[in-house]
């Protein structure tokens, strides 16, 4: 599997492109919607987001095992890993074909779920936003564009699986090509829209194009010619698909429950906020959680790139290379969190205020608290992701208490306390500082032998 500096530059050239994507078309959101309208825009992102949560921890499963595969494993177990020979490229295609379409029928009966949900819930949940809105304010267009964003998602849960194929199979850079593709055209159809006056609706359209463009590229480019020909033609016997999901789900089932718990952590409040703050709040707090998730997201770029290859070196036990693909992993991450946050703290409500923003960022003790808890979050989800690739998953019960801990500080705190719109993060802030913020980096630096001067060495060695 190659993967090196040209696959971590199209990250980076992806992530930009996300960064992009919403800040070339937030000025004109903040600019042309109420404050009221933008805290519903931020509820649709969640939204969407819902598909990591949807998909119960198989995704990464399925990835994972698939990237075996792709290194030359024969075999795949339910928990732990069998070392690949020395030297052994040899791919299972009986094997892989298994596994692609128990992915298949596994996202196709999740979104039949999904959609029976959400139709479901929907007219009782989203009535009590709505009470926000002024009383001469049809609030059509916001009903209409949440059918539309829950009709989006289910496609994005049925797709959801094509990406991660492709990293895998460790195409990073093309998928992070598609990804870039995708992003440009989404910006440019919401800027068109929302000049014409669509208003909250160009967003959703917006999304759907690139969606819809995107995933279907990265299913032309994993199904290449060469692949299907093997695919189809293998004489590897192929594994039932009862089988195949009798090996993910016990640690699929435990990442389903770590990401119920991390739902409770990162994503409840978003949920919560509506019920208990005005949208006008909401829509603040959601822009400046929006900022410190595009760095955590520029802070990880680096490792997601090379993740299919730190798998590898797990397969083929190379102790010393995953020691120091997780040291470069974790710099990029501080220097990230630095750079980007000073830029956050300093510049964003200037230029804020030069777009004639209806909707601000919130204070800056707000900013600097929540980038502390950002920054922890995803350093030590850095450090899971290291001990996952074992393909055990050490942190479920943890996961699940903190999240159950979010939930009732965020009740305490919203219900009973003059925080307000601080409870947002320091509920999750709090319950991930007990324990797991310092455990499973704890254990990765006590698995790999890491001392604090090897940090320094590594740095050395990049410059």
Request: charged share 15%; hydrophobic share 55%; with cysteine.
């Amino acid at each position: 599997m190659e993967i090196g500096r040209k696959d971590v530059a199209w990250n980076m050239a992806a992530t930009f492109m996300r960064v992009a994507s919403g800040l070339l078309v937030l000025p004109l959101v903040l600019r042309l919607l109420p404050s009221y309208e933008v805290g519903i825009y931020y509820l649709f992102i969640e939204l969407m987001g819902l598909t990591a949560l949807l998909d119960f921890g198989f995704s990464n499963s399925f990835t994972r095992n698939v990237t075996y595969v792709f290194s030359g494993a024969n075999n795949l177990l339910s928990k732990g890993y069998i070392p690949a020979e020395t030297g052994n490229s040899q791919i299972n295609y009986g094997l892989l074909r298994s596994v692609i379409r128990a992915m298949k029928r596994y996202y196709a009966a999740l979104t039949v779920i999904f959609v029976v949900i959400f139709v479901a819930i929907s007219p009782f949940y989203l009535a009590k936003p709505l009470e926000s809105f002024p009383q001469n304010v049809d609030t059509m267009h916001v009903w209409v564009s949440w059918w539309l964003v829950g009709l989006l998602t289910a496609y994005q849960l049925y797709t959801y699986y094509y990406s991660a194929l492709l990293m895998a199979r460790g195409y990073v850079k093309r998928n992070q090509q598609i990804i870039i593709l995708g992003q440009a055209a989404r910006i440019v159809v919401c800027i068109i829209f929302l000049l014409l006056g669509f208003g909250l609706i160009s967003m959703v359209i917006g999304q759907a194009v690139c969606d819809l463009l995107s995933r279907n590229l990265m299913n032309y480019v994993f199904y290449d010619k060469e692949l299907k020909i093997k695919l189809f033609a293998s004489e590897n016997k192929i594994v039932k698909t009862a089988e195949i999901m009798k090996i993910m789900t016990p640690n699929a089932v435990k990442i389903g429950v770590v990401s119920i718990g991390s739902f409770a952590v990162n994503k409840l409040s978003m949920f919560v906020a509506p019920l208990y703050l005005s949208l006008t709040v909401v829509g603040s707090f959601g822009l400046t959680r929006q900022m410190v998730n595009i760095i955590a997201s520029i802070g990880l770029v680096w490792f997601t790139a090379f993740y299919p290859k730190v798998t590898e070196r797990r397969l083929k036990n190379e102790q010393q290379h995953l020691k120091r693909m997780y040291i470069k992993g974790n710099l990029f991450l501080i220097a990230a969190f630095v750079v980007c946050g000073l830029g956050l703290i300093f510049v964003g409500p200037p230029l804020l205020a030069l777009f004639h923003s209806k909707t601000v960022l919130l204070s800056t003790t707000f900013i600097i608290i929540y980038l502390i808890i950002c920054f922890l979050e995803a350093n030590h989800g850095l450090a899971a992701q290291i001990l996952l690739t074992k393909n055990e998953v050490p942190f479920m019960y943890p996961a699940l208490i903190a999240g159950a801990m979010t939930v009732v500080l965020l009740f305490i705190f919203l219900k009973f306390t003059p925080l307000g719109v601080f409870s947002l993060i320091l509920a999750p802030g709090i319950s991930q500082l007990v324990y797991q913020n310092w455990k499973w980096v704890y254990d990765v630096w006590k698995e790999l032998k890491i001392r604090p001067i090897d940090y320094f060495i590594v740095l050395k060695n990049i410059f």
